[in-house]
C-alpha cells in the first residue's frame, strides 16, 4: 500500500483528490496539508510514498515546495495552471494534472506512480537487477523506452533526440544529452560527436569521420575518435 499526501490551500480541492483516491486500492492518504510549510512539517515526521501537490498557493508554492525537500516522494502536480509544465517536469515529477482533472485522467497518473513504485520495491527486495530500459519525459507524459530499441541519440540545446530503431519519428525530450548518457549502459552506447550517441548494435560501418547506421549516417567527432577502439574492442570480444 502506497502512502500519499495531498497538499492544497483549498479544502475543496483536498476533498475532491481524497474522494478520488477512494476509486484506488493501493493509494492510503497519510494526511492533509493547506500550505507548503505544513507538509515539509508532516514530511519531516512521516514516510510518504506520493505527493499530490498544488503549485499556486499563499507563502510556499508548490514548485518551492518540492525544490526545498532534501528525500522527495514521488511528484503528481495537481494545478489549474498550464503555465508551469515545464517547470514541474523539471523537477521529474511523475505528473501533472490540470484542473479540473477527469477520473480516467487522474487514475492514469496514480498507475504511472504505482508501476514506479512496485519497480522500486521488487529491486529492494530482489537485490540490484541490471535495467534494461530507462523512462524519459516527453510530451507531458512519463514514457518507457527499452534500451535495445534505441538507434541513436540526438543533443539538441535544450531537448534530446531519441530515435528508435523501428519507429520513424523520434522521441523528443526536455533534457542534456549530458544527462541522458549517464543513464545509459556504456558497454552498449557510445558518445562519437558532442551531439550524438549511438548504438553498438546498429553500428554497420565506421570511416573517416562517419558512422554508418541503420538509418543515418552520423558525424564521428575528432576529440572521440579513440571510441572507435573501445567500440572494436567490445564487437571482437570473446
Do not use: W
Not at 41 to 50: K, P, R
Not at 93 to 107: A, H, T, W
Not at 141 to 147: W, Y
Amino acid at each position: 500500500m502506497m502512502r500519499c499526501l495531498l497538499v492544497d490551500d483549498e479544502a475543496l480541492a483536498l476533498d475532491l483528490l481524497e474522494d478520488n483516491l477512494k476509486h484506488v486500492n493501493y493509494l492510503q492518504v497519510a494526511g492533509r496539508c493547506r500550505t507548503g510549510g505544513e507538509a515539509i512539517l508532516f514530511l519531516q515526521n512521516e514516510e510518504i510514498d506520493l505527493l499530490f501537490c498544488d503549485i499556486q498557493m499563499p507563502g510556499l508554492n508548490g514548485l518551492q515546495l518540492v525544490k526545498s525537500l532534501v528525500k522527495k516522494p514521488m511528484i503528481i502536480f495537481v494545478t489549474a495552471y498550464e503555465k508551469f509544465a515545464i517547470d514541474g517536469f523539471e523537477l521529474d515529477v511523475i505528473d501533472y494534472l490540470v484542473k479540473p482533472v477527469s477520473m480516467e485522467r487522474f487514475l492514469k497518473a496514480c498507475q504511472k506512480a504505482y508501476m514506479l513504485y512496485e519497480l522500486n520495491r521488487k529491486s529492494v527486495v530482489q537485490g540490484p537487477v541490471k535495467k534494461q530500459y530507462i523512462f524519459v519525459h516527453a510530451d507531458y507524459n512519463l514514457v518507457k523506452i527499452n534500451f535495445n530499441e534505441i538507434e541513436y541519440v540526438e543533443g539538441l540545446k535544450d531537448y534530446v533526440k531519441i530515435n528508435l530503431i523501428n519507429q520513424q519519428k523520434p522521441i523528443l525530450s526536455r533534457t542534456s544529452i549530458k544527462a541522458l548518457e549517464l543513464q545509459l549502459p556504456d558497454e552498449m552506447f557510445y558518445r562519437i560527436h558532442k551531439s550524438y550517441i549511438v548504438n553498438i548494435d546498429y553500428v554497420q560501418q565506421i570511416r573517416r569521420g562517419k558512422i554508418k547506421m541503420v538509418n543515418s549516417e552520423l558525424p564521428l567527432s575528432d576529440n572521440y575518435r579513440d571510441v572507435i577502439h573501445k567500440m572494436i574492442g567490445k564487437e571482437t570480444a570473446p
